[in-house]
């Protein structure tokens, strides 16, 4: 064998073994590092004993938070399943969002977001501003919301529908009392004066715009107040009128 090739095997040989001396500490290391992941990672080994709630709550309650958290938890710090944890709290029917996460040795701490509502929706719901559907156990009183009717699905349409409608509205001194999209894509909206708008289900947006040019001409010229106005014609409108004080119409 020629000495060169001889010398470059044994030079290779001591390189090896020097990885080999080196490396070993690092597996043991690591090893070791596993080994304790393993043994903290038990049942029993370092349980959660703090829950902390924070949020600015009017309908939700820390302690009931806690207690659905408390039911959530299955693990010790390492091992507790923070996505059931975050399941099961935002299935309480007042929040929104939940974010989770430990603190050492010992803390899950917790941020909750709670529902806002823009509207009462359907029967038994609450609606958001987001278009989101929340049916709570009991629905408080909460003043001059308005009702607003359709399928779950298309609640973010009628949301949507409401708000840019009403701030529209406001020039006219007129409040949204309820509105409603039947299954039939028709809108019928009442105000809180009692005046009832029909604009059924194409051209919306015309017709829209046709009833707000339209309502402060009424008020000015006409003698009394409009009860029910229909814009469902392609080049005009109806419009019932209230009754006067001889009750005639």
């Known amino acids: 064998m020629p000495d060169s090739k001889k010398r470059s095997q044994v030079a290779w ?4 073994r020097r990885y080999v001396a080196l490396s070993l500490p690092g597996v043991a290391l690591l090893a070791l590092v596993l080994a304790g992941f393993h043994y ?6 370092l349980p959660l004993r703090v829950v902390e709630v924070t949020g600015e709550f009017t309908y939700l309650d820390h302690a009931a938070i806690e207690k659905q958290v408390a039911s959530a938890i299955n693990g010790g710090f390492f091992d507790v399943d923070l996505q059931r944890i975050r399941q099961e709290v935002s299935a309480m029917p007042w929040v929104e969002q939940v974010s989770v996460r430990r603190v050492w040795p010992d803390t899950l701490r917790m941020h909750v977001s709670e529902q806002v ?3 009462y929706w359907n029967q ?4 958001n501003l987001a278009g989101e559907v929340f049916r709570p156990q009991s629905i408080p009183e909460l003043g001059t919301l308005p009702r ?5 699905a298309r609640a973010p349409q009628v949301v949507a529908f409401y708000l840019q409608l009403q701030a529209r509205l406001m020039t006219a001194s007129l409040r949204i009392d309820r509105i409603r999209l039947n299954p039939r894509g028709e809108w019928l909206l009442v105000f809180r004066d009692g005046l009832t708008l029909n604009l059924g289900r194409e051209d919306i947006a015309r017709r829209q715009q ?23 014609y392609e080049h005009g409108f109806a419009v019932r009128w209230q009754e006067n004080a001889s009750g005639e119409s």
């Open 148 to 152: 607003l009717f359709g399928q779950d």
């Open 124 to 127: 038994g719901a609450l609606v």
């Open 117 to 119: 509502p823009v509207a």
């Open 13 to 16: 040989a001591a390189r090896a």
């Open 210 to 232: 046709a009833f707000l040019d339209l309502y402060p001409q009424l008020l000015a010229n006409m003698p009394r107040r409009p009860e029910r106005i229909d814009m469902r």
């Open 40 to 45: 903290l990672g038990q049942p029993g080994r």
